[in-house]
C-alpha cells in the first residue's frame, strides 16, 4: 500500500510515498523509492533523527500498522503519490491523498502561502475520468519531466531503459519537489489518537470505477531478449519479458501490452496481463466462466516454436467465442513483410482453423498481421464483439464445418 521516508523535523516523516501494492508486484515501487533517496541524499544527521519509513520494513509483526500509518500521513512535510489506475481504485489510497491534500488546504487558507507538498508522479497512464475531480484539480504534468514520461509513464522508462537519462531526469525533477516543500513549509500535524486515517473519507476510488463495462484478460505469446525466436536477426523488438514486447516502436517505447492497456481501459474496462503459459486454455475456460473477455497479442515469430506453438494449437481446435487473437507487425519489419511466406504459412499452421475466420469483417475477432495503424481500431473492435458475446452468450457465431482450408493467400 505505502512506503514513506522519514527527516526533517523530529517526528516529521520528510516525505511520505502514497502508491498501491499492486503496482509494486515486480518491485519497480521500491527500485525507484530507493533511487529517489539516493537523489535526495538527506544529512546524517537528518537519517539519524528520523531513519527511513518503509511499511514492510519498519511496521513490525505486532505493531498497530494503522497507527504508523496515521502518524506518517498526519505530519509528513510532503507527499508523493504514484499515480495509477491500482491507485485510484485503492480506498487507503484514497484516505491518504485525502487528507494530505486537506493538510495543505488548511496551510494554504492560513498563510495564503501555495507549498505545493503533494508530489504528483504519473506511474502509468490514466484515463481522466478515472480520476476525482480533487484529483484533477492538482497539475501533474509539467514540460521539463519529458514528452516520454508525460505520455508512458515512469514505470514504462523504468522497464524499457533502466537507468536511462529520461528515468533519472524524472526521479530529480521528483527529488527537487520534495525538497522545495519539505524544507521551507510547516504544514499542520495531526497526532493520533486525534486523528485516525480510518475515519477519513478519501475522495476515490472515483465514481466512475463502477460504471466499468467489464474486465479483459490480455495473454501475450512473444520472445525475449535472452529468448529471441529462432530465424530473427536481432532483438530489437523484444524486451526482458514476454510482456515487454514492443512490434511497433523498437528499441521498446510503447510496449504493445501498454497500448493494448490504453484501448481497452480507455472503453470503460479494466485490464490484466499475464504471458501465455501451458496454462493458457485452463485461464481461458475460467475467464469465460467469470464473463471476462480475453485478448491473445501473438508474435508471428514466436507462435511457431516452443513454449507457444502446442497451447496455441490446442486453443485453435477449441472454440472460444469472447476470446480475441491479434498478431502484431510493424510495416517496416523487413523480416516479417507480408511476402515472408513460410513465416506467415507457419502461422497459419499454428491457427488453422481460425485462419479461415483472418480479418472477417462480420466476425472480428482474428486479426492477422496488424499494423500499428490499425491496432486501436481492431483491438477496440474485438473487444466489443467479445464482450458482446458475454452479454449474449450461446449466440456466438462458430466457425464453419468443412475440409481443411485451402493453402494460405497472399497477404
Known sequence: MRRGTLGGALDQPYFFLSYARWDDRAAYVGRFYSDLL?????????????????????????????????????????????????????????????????????????TSVQPRALVPVLWEPVPQRRMPAE?????????GLGETYLEHGLLQLMQSDPGGAAYWNVVEHVARRVRDAADPFNLPVDEP????????????????????????????????????????????YYGEAPCLWAPYSPPSLPTVVERAKRVITGDGHTASVRAVSTQLIRCLNRALHLNQACVLLVDAWSACEAPYRGVLVKYDQMHHPTTAVLVPCHEHDTESRT??????????????????????????????????????AMLARAV??????????????????GPSPQPMPRL
Open 38 to 110: 539516493q537523489v535526495l541524499d538527506l544529512p546524517m544527521t537528518v537519517a539519524a533523527r528520523q531513519p527511513t519509513f518503509r511499511d514492510v520494513e519498519n511496521i513490525l509483526l505486532g505493531d498497530d500498522w494503522l497507527l504508523e500509518l496515521s502518524r506518517a500521513v498526519g505530519s509528513c512535510r510532503a507527499m508523493v503519490a504514484l499515480y495509477s489506475e491500482a491507485y485510484f481504485r485503492s480506498e487507503y489510497c484514497g484516505k491518504e491523498w485525502t487528507h494530505f491534500a486537506a493538510r495543505v488546504k488548511r496551510y494554504q487558507d492560513k
Open 135 to 143: 484529483v484533477k484539480a492538482v497539475q501533474y504534468t509539467e514540460p
Open 193 to 236: 489518537p486525534d486523528f485516525d486515517l480510518s475515519t477519513v473519507q478519501g475522495c476515490f476510488p472515483a465514481e466512475e470505477a463502477t460504471e466499468l463495462a467489464g474486465h479483459v484478460m490480455i495473454f501475450v505469446a512473444a520472445g525475449t531478449k535472452s529468448r529471441p525466436p529462432m530465424g530473427r536477426s536481432g532483438t530489437t
Open 339 to 376: 511476402d515472408n511466406a513460410e513465416l506467415w504459412d507457419g502461422v497459419r499452421g499454428v491457427f488453422e482453423r481460425n485462419w479461415m475466420r483472418r480479418n472477417d469483417p462480420h466476425d472480428p475477432v482474428f486479426w492477422a498481421p496488424v499494423d500499428q495503424h490499425d491496432f486501436d
Open 384 to 401: 466489443t464483439v467479445t464482450q458482446n458475446r458475454i452479454a449474449a452468450r450461446g449466440n456466438a457465431r462458430r466457425l464453419p464445418p
